[in-house]
């Protein structure tokens, strides 16, 4: 499931559709379609690093790109910008899909990051993907409690 870059497409799709030859209102069209896209990836990035702030470098490219556009928001810029947001959302889309991938629920590689090494063997990687979910459970039970 790719959400947020299905919808990026999406919102892109619409607001440039309706844009034609309107000459200076196309920039304008682009800049809010932007903004929606911007609007979309902060929300997900939020959500994400509300599960584990350790996906902080997500964030970090988030900033830079907006960083980026704030300082010249001309066309190319704009251009520029849009390309950059449909890949960190190609990026974060990835990411909060990754326990699916590795088998895990959607709270149990904040803990399996941290245990995890550089290097390991996949026995090992599966060893920790179960002392992740055991570390979790465990947490778990004594906060219910």
Known sequence: MQWLSETF????GS????????GPKKVQHRH????????????????????DPQRMDN??????????YNREKDRATVEETFA???KLASEVDAELQRHVREGL??????????LLKKEVSKVER?????ASKG???????RIAS
């Open 105 to 114: 629920s959607e709270d149990e590689p904040a803990f399996f990051d941290l």
């Open 32 to 51: 809010k379609a932007l903004q929606d896209i911007l609007d979309l990836v902060e929300t997900k990035l939020a959500e994400m690093l509300g599960r």
């Open 59 to 68: 964030y970090k490219k988030y900033q830079i790109i907006i960083a980026d």
């Open 126 to 130: 599966e060893q920790l993907k179960q």
């Open 84 to 86: 950059k947001v449909a």
């Open 9 to 12: 497409e999406s919102v892109i």
């Open 135 to 141: 570390l979790l459970a465990v947490l778990k039970e």
């Open 15 to 22: 607001k440039l559709e309706h844009e034609g030859s309107l």
